[in-house]
């Protein structure tokens, strides 16, 4: 369901449905200007604090949440609450969240001396109260929390942007009888930060859609002329075309090659020759959002009008592979469970697979479990926890194949597309690569 926020700014930025058909040849959405982005940004983040935060602290068992920045060193969580207009901490910055309980709306408190737009009441008088510790233990007294998280994990970056020296001054300056009441608000921070609310859901599709423009725009003549153009030259076309629409990307974008004759990836700058298969890892971040794909590419030889039936093969092995993947999917089940799932109906189905699939949403590779990893097809700590409802996936993997008109060589399809985890089944924000895009070598 569109929420009405997102019915509301969908005269602005384009909001576009779920759809697991991708348009191959899909135009560029409009992208809003800086202040529009701004806006957007503010409103969706206090439709969080409004709904995904008390939803996640009641979830947890979380009383009182502290959180702690400092100028240019602010924690992923923190940064997440920056409004549309900050971009860093200011000074040291420290944030509190407190459930009064009984239904009643969460406390969106600032220790410090200036507050985030106006989304945190400023507490703190240094007129008053010149020691900032000081003011924080008096707050935290007053409202007396059974269970007071901070972010400390020996697993999760998402969960540890407690720094030791601040650490200490707190817990110097908190009353002797609170401090056994100090839990690790690792949880509560994965939840916080992998949650999407229907208007993120909204605004989603249309992110997506940028970067497959992007992607088909670099996959055709109008960038690569085979036998002159560089892996290398593409890969800075599509750097340069996000910087001239004002968005970032979150990684380098990456560009192989696979030739027959040549084994495996060649990720090193090569001329673009007929007959190799091109494939790109590309992510862009837009409205706090991030996406992850991953395309292949054929470029034809002359007096060819199709990809070969081997790769085409290969590819179509991959997208049964991921559809076992999301099939796989139950709420609450750990990121190993449906790992195992998914590969052991794989390979019973008599195919190859490598699955790594992550969590994506305010971070590329987002707070979450992961499902699998390229180099650790096994169960990993990492993909210990559960994953949850409401979240989104890039749905990432590979298949491996021997194609006849290659000399059996053995190709890697990979694939990797955003979806979103509703609880029970999961969709494609934008459609996937239905089949490999052609371009023309003359």
């Known amino acids: ?29 409009a992208i809003l200007p800086m202040k529009e982005r701004a806006e957007v940004v503010d409103r969706v983040l206090r439709e969080r604090f409004e709904t995904v935060l008390p939803q996640v602290m009641r979830a947890e068992g979380i009383d009182l949440w502290v959180l702690m920045a400092r100028e240019y060193f602010e924690d992923p969580v923190t940064a997440s609450m920056l409004s549309g207009e900050d971009f860093s901490a200011r000074r040291r910055t420290i944030l509190v969240f407190h459930d009064p309980g009984e239904g009643q709306p969460i406390e969106r408190l600032s220790v410090s001396r200036y507050g985030i737009a106006d989304l945190f009441e400023v507490v703190w008088d240094p007129a008053r109260q010149p020691d900032q510790w000081a003011a924080l233990a008096d707050l935290i007294a007053d409202r007396d929390p059974q269970k007071i998280a901070i972010n400390t994990s020996d697993l999760s970056a998402f969960g540890d942007g407690m720094t030791h020296s601040q650490y200490e001054l707190m817990m110097a300056a908190l009353p002797d009888h609170l401090e056994d009441r100090i839990v690790s608000g690792e949880d509560l921070s994965i939840r916080w930060l992998e949650t999407r609310t229907p208007t993120e859901l909204a605004l989603y599709p249309g992110i ?24 290398g030259q593409v890969r800075w076309w599509m750097r340069e075309r996000l910087a001239r629409l004002g968005l970032q990307p979150w990684f380098h974008p990456s ?78 089940e750990p990121g190993n469970t449906i790992l195992a799932r998914a590969r052991a109906e794989a390979i019973a189905q008599g195919y190859d697979p490598s699955i790594y699939s992550h969590p994506i949403g305010l971070h590329g590779h987002g707070a979450g479990p992961a499902i699998g990893f390229w180099d650790n097809q096994d169960a990993d700590p990492r993909g210990a926890g559960a994953v949850h409802a409401n979240t989104a996936w890039s749905i990432e993997l590979t298949t491996y194949s021997a194609v006849p008109e290659w000399g059996g060589q053995r190709v890697d399809f990979r694939s990797e597309e955003d979806a979103w985890f509703d ?9 996937r690569q239905d089949e490999i895009t052609l371009i023309p070598s003359d």
Do not use: C
């Open 1 to 29: 369901m569109i929420s009405t926020l997102a019915l509301a700014l969908a005269a602005a930025q384009p909001v576009l449905p779920l759809t697991d058909v991708e348009d191959p040849a899909p135009a560029l959405p």
């Open 423 to 431: 609880g029970k089944t999961v969709r494609y924000l934008d459609g």
């Open 208 to 231: 997506v859609r940028i970067a497959h423009a992007i992607i088909a725009e670099a996959f055709s003549r109008k960038v690569i002329t085979p036998g002159v153009t560089t892996t």
């Open 255 to 332: 560009l192989g090659i696979q030739r027959a004759g040549l084994d495996g990836v060649q990720y090193n700058d090569m001329v673009i020759m007929p007959g190799d298969l091109l494939w790109t890892d590309f992510g862009l971040t837009y409205l706090r959002l991030n996406t992850d794909t991953q395309h292949l590419a054929y470029v034809l030889k002359p007096g060819e009008t199709e990809v070969p039936a081997g790769l085409r093969q290969g590819h179509e092995n991959t997208k049964a592979v991921a559809d076992i993947l999301r099939q796989s999917f139950r709420a609450d």
